[in-house]
């Protein structure tokens, strides 16, 4: 009898705050025999940016920056435990660090983890994995909708302009904490869609990955006639592809269908 591993293809590490709810609910949807995930929380503080914001008197912008500052420090703690698993490849399930900054900030926080991870291990971040998932479309002229304050929908264009796209839009929905990202309703993701789509939009991206849009988004693709691309989905997609899985998934959008 031969010997079996569970994981012949890949063992992934995937990254995640603690209050995040939306990435394992999605990671869950893409499951393939070979390949295994690892999810590794990282500590955040749970605080309601709303009441902050009311109590202060800072802007909100501020007092978000500040919730990102705090985590910082909480992220290679997670790094590090589930690298003594001994994964093969790290998936970021987060985004808004990823985008901070624009290009030059994306780059440098993939160099602070690569630096914890040394060369023998795979990386995907969720920022990168956009650009991927929008360069096989062909897209130029995107829309982004995300969970953010406004500071974070400019993180978020800035990347998204540095690395070669024009951004009619990019609009947040300003939830008022972390984990009230994953009570967004159906219903106001589909508005916010419909304020950022357009004739001259080629492509719409949703980020903040505690906002799942991984049901709704293949419809929506089949409505408005172009590719819809949550952060999670892509993220995933990115994982396999890096790691030379090349499984298709069908009813899950275009993404996994086509590339």
């Known amino acids: 009898m031969k010997n079996y591993q569970i994981a012949q293809r890949a063992q992934i590490g995937v990254i995640i705050p603690a209050t995040n709810t939306g990435v394992e609910y999605d990671l869950q949807k893409f499951i393939v025999q070979g390949v295994t995930w690892h999810p590794s929380r990282f500590w955040v503080e749970l605080r309601e940016w709303a009441r902050e914001v009311e109590q202060s008197g800072k802007p909100v912008d501020d007092v978000f920056e500040d919730f ?27 985004s808004a660090e990823n985008f901070w900054g624009g290009l030059s900030g994306n780059i440098e926080f993939e160099a602070r983890i690569r630096e914890q991870i040394g060369h023998d291990v795979g990386l995907t971040t969720s920022a990168t994995a956009c650009k991927g998932a929008l360069e096989s479309f062909g897209a130029k002229r995107i829309s982004v909708i995300s969970p953010y304050p406004p500071v974070g929908d400019r993180n978020v264009e800035r990347f998204f302009g540095d690395i070669g796209f024009h951004v009619k839009s990019a609009k947040g929905l300003c939830r008022p904490s972390a984990t009230e990202i994953a009570t967004t309703t159906t219903q106001q993701v589909i508005d916010i869609v419909r304020e950022v789509d357009g004739d001259d939009v080629d492509a719409i991206v949703q980020v903040g990955t505690n906002l799942s849009t991984a049901d709704l988004f293949p419809h929506l693709e089949n409505t408005l006639g172009k590719p819809c691309i949550p952060i999670n989905v892509a993220t995933i997609w990115r994982s396999f592809r890096d790691c030379g899985i090349q499984d298709k998934f ?3 959008g275009r993404l996994f269908e086509e590339f």
């Open 68 to 94: 990102l500052e705090k985590i910082r420090s909480e992220v290679p703690v997670s790094i590090r435990n589930v690298l003594s698993a001994k994964v093969n490849h790290i998936m970021i399930g987060m």
């Open 250 to 252: 069908y009813g899950q």
